[in-house]
C-alpha cells in the first residue's frame, strides 16, 4: 500500500504563487503515475495534473501555463502553482496510481486547503 502526506497550502493573494508537496510512503516502488486533483465548494472534484514514473506530464487546460507538476524520486511530487486566481480555490489532494497483486490501485492524501482571496 501507499499513503500520501500533502502539504503547503494556505491562503494568497490573486496573482500570488504557491508550492504543494506531497510526500509518499510504503510500496513507493510500485507508483506509476501521481497526480493533484481539486475540489471546490459544490463542485466534483477534478484533475489538476498529473505526472507518470517516465515524467510525463499532464495538464488541465485551465492550469495550462501557469502550475508546474514535477516529481523530484519515487516518494515525492510537488505542484508550483503561479498566477493564482480566485477560481483556483480549492481542497487540492494529491494521488498515486499504484500496482498492487497486479491491479491498478489508487491512494488519496488527506487534502490540503488552497485559498486564494484579497
Known amino acids: 500500500q501507499v499513503q500520501l502526506v500533502e502539504s503547503g497550502g494556505g491562503l494568497v493573494q490573486p496573482g500570488g504563487s504557491l508550492r504543494l508537496s506531497c510526500a509518499a510512503s510504503g510500496s513507493v516502488f510500485s507508483i506509476y503515475m501521481m497526480g493533484w486533483y481539486r475540489q471546490a465548494p459544490g463542485k466534483e472534484r477534478e484533475l489538476v495534473a498529473t505526472?507518470?514514473?517516465?515524467?510525463?506530464t499532464n495538464y488541465a487546460d485551465s492550469v495550462k501555463g501557469r502550475f508546474t507538476i514535477s516529481r523530484d524520486d519515487a516518494r515525492t511530487v510537488a505542484l508550483q502553482m503561479n498566477s493564482l486566481q480566485p477560481e483556483d480555490t480549492a481542497v487540492y489532494y494529491c494521488?498515486?496510481?499504484?500496482?498492487?497483486?497486479?491491479?491498478?490501485?489508487?491512494?488519496w492524501g488527506q487534502g490540503t486547503q488552497v485559498t486564494v482571496s484579497s
Open positions: 494521488k498515486a496510481s499504484f500496482m498492487a497483486a497486479l491491479k491498478p490501485i489508487a491512494s
Open positions: 505526472i507518470t514514473s517516465t515524467y510525463i
